[in-house]
Each structure stands twice: as structure tokens, then as C-alpha cells.
């Protein structure tokens, strides 16, 4: 079994900081990939930053610059630094992973429980 375990969230003024991580745990073999979504309220979820085994990282447009990613390959765990945070940016963060576990050969995603990010005006 697999785990995604996500914290950091929070409620924070407009220009402020916050920093939100997610450790995998469980019968992992590798990870393939790992980042977070985001959903606000009457909207889809939508990818925000993913970095691949391959060692490529990508934003999206909304967060570029503002936000990075980093993981730590020895811990199964994935940081996102947020600054000069916006009201826009308020949602619920999910991390996602694809991972092998021991045993397969193939992967599958995983999800977290999501964390709240509101950001006051």
C-alpha cells in the first residue's frame, strides 16, 4: 500500500509565503513523478507543478516564478515553496505521484487528501 501524506496549509495574506510537502510511504520501488494540483471552488483541478524522474520540472504559467518545487529523492518527498501568494491562488493542494511499487512493473497515481491554501485580500 501506498500513502501520500500532505501538510502546510494554511490561511495567509496576499504577498505572503507558505510551504506545503508531501511524503509517499508504503511498498514504494521508484517514483516516476510527483507534484500538485490545486482546486478552487467551481473550478477543475489543475496541475501546478510536477517534477519527473527524468529530472525536468514544470509550472504552470499561473505559478511560474512564484512558486518551485523540490524534492527529496532519499525521503519520497516533494516541497513547494509558494511566495507573493494571491486571493487566485486560495484551493485545496493535492499532491499527486506515479509510482512503481515493489513487486510491478507497471505504475499508477496516487493521490493525497488535499490541504487548504486560502490567501486574504
Known amino acids: 500500500q501506498v500513502q501520500l501524506v500532505e501538510s502546510g496549509g494554511g490561511l495567509v495574506q496576499a504577498g505572503g509565503s507558505l510551504r506545503l510537502s508531501c511524503a509517499a510511504s508504503g511498498s514504494i520501488r521508484s517514483i516516476d513523478a510527483m507534484g500538485w494540483y490545486r482546486q478552487a471552488p467551481g473550478n477543475q483541478r489543475e496541475l501546478i507543478a510536477v517534477?519527473?524522474?527524468?529530472?525536468?520540472?514544470n509550472y504552470a504559467d499561473s505559478v511560474k516564478g512564484r512558486f518551485t518545487l523540490a524534492n527529496d529523492n532519499a525521503k519520497n518527498t516533494v516541497y513547494l515553496q509558494m511566495n507573493t501568494l494571491k486571493p487566485e491562488d486560495t484551493a485545496v493542494y493535492y499532491c499527486?505521484?506515479?509510482?512503481?511499487?515493489?513487486?510491478?512493473?507497471?505504475?499508477?497515481?496516487?493521490w493525497g487528501q488535499g490541504t487548504q491554501v486560502t490567501v486574504s485580500s
Open positions: 517534477a519527473t524522474s527524468g529530472g525536468t520540472t
Open positions: 499527486y505521484a506515479t509510482i512503481f511499487r515493489q513487486g510491478s512493473w507497471s505504475s499508477r497515481g496516487y
